[in-house]
Nanobody
Framework: VQLVESGGGLVQPGGSLRLSCAAS????????MNWHRQAPGKERELVAA????????NYADSVKGRFSISRDNAKNTVYLQMNSLKPEDTAVYYC??????????????WGKGTLVTVSS
């Protein structure tokens, strides 16, 4: 199983970035997908979530109206479009796949993260 994030980098306040997470090794279309982030000295927080079919999304209040999560099940990829970025969005962003095994036990897979720095 692999989740590989890309698209992070340095951006000025007010700018945009698009993160991608390429998945392999599991049935991507059966898993809900989430983006989390962890800023220096802070706990990891859930930023955005999307159901396995893409029919429903959810966002943290801090990013509502600025971030958008989407997925392409044909490409086994989930995206996070980040607009109007603020310095407080600076963090390592992690991709997370959430599903269930045949015994109905929760299964979580994690990527290694990509760093987003918002600074002038």
């Amino acid at each position: 199983v692999q989740l590989v994030e890309s698209g992070g980098g340095l951006v000025q306040p007010g700018g945009s970035l698009r993160l991608s997470c390429a998945a392999s090794g599991f049935t991507f279309s059966s898993y809900n997908m989430n983006w989390h982030r962890q800023a220096p000295g802070k706990e990891r927080e859930l930023v955005a979530a999307i159901t396995n079919t893409g029919s429903s999304t959810n966002y943290a209040d801090s990013v509502k109206g600025r971030f958008s999560i989407s997925r392409d099940n044909a490409k086994n990829t989930v995206y996070l479009q980040m607009n109007s970025l603020k310095p407080e969005d600076t963090a390592v962003y992690y991709c997370n796949a959430q599903g269930w095994d045949i015994f109905r036990r929760r299964v979580d897979y994690w990527g290694k993260g990509t760093l987003v720095t918002v600074s002038s």
